[in-house]
């Protein structure tokens, strides 16, 4: 059985800022961090279909700290998709942007192909802490 994660942040910025902070390597290593340390992760993202990329961090005696993906979808400014695949789990993740005027923004993120509860409830708590990193990352 196959689990989707399915969640809707609102923002107030332009969509264009955020399509930015999703796709910029630089701005995503502000607000993709070590759940645990607070860690930025070293990435080498492109928002280029086909493009593989990695997410880096430190490993733990649990986690060997690195996320391997590929680019499936580039829209600008409304639609990003790629697979996200780390510690024997490998799902894809879309972003929706849609520009809701008087400078608010709604980013719907679903993530499919979670295995299991405890995997789907660690991804929702991974992906609303680093959307609220997103959030501060927007103010700047």
């Not at 492109?46 to 986690?63: I, N």
Request: proline share 3%; glycine share 8%.
């Amino acid at each position: 059985m196959s689990l989707t994660l399915s969640l809707d942040f609102q923002y107030k910025t332009s969509i264009e800022k955020l399509w930015s902070a999703l796709t910029d390597s630089s701005k995503l290593a502000k607000w993709v961090v070590n759940i645990h340390t607070g860690q930025a992760m070293e990435n080498d993202f492109k928002p280029v279909v086909g493009h593989h990329f990695q997410f880096r961090t430190q490993p733990t005696e649990w986690w060997d700290g690195i996320v391997d993906g590929e680019v499936l979808i580039v829209e600008v400014p409304n639609r990003l998709s790629y697979t996200w695949a780390s510690g024997g789990e490998k799902h894809t993740v879309t972003w929706t942007l849609q520009d809701l005027g008087d400078g608010k923004v709604n980013l719907h993120l679903e993530q499919t192909g979670i295995s299991n509860e405890p995997a789907l409830n660690g991804a929702k708590y991974g992906w609303s802490k680093w959307c609220g990193e997103l959030e501060q990352v927007l103010e700047q």
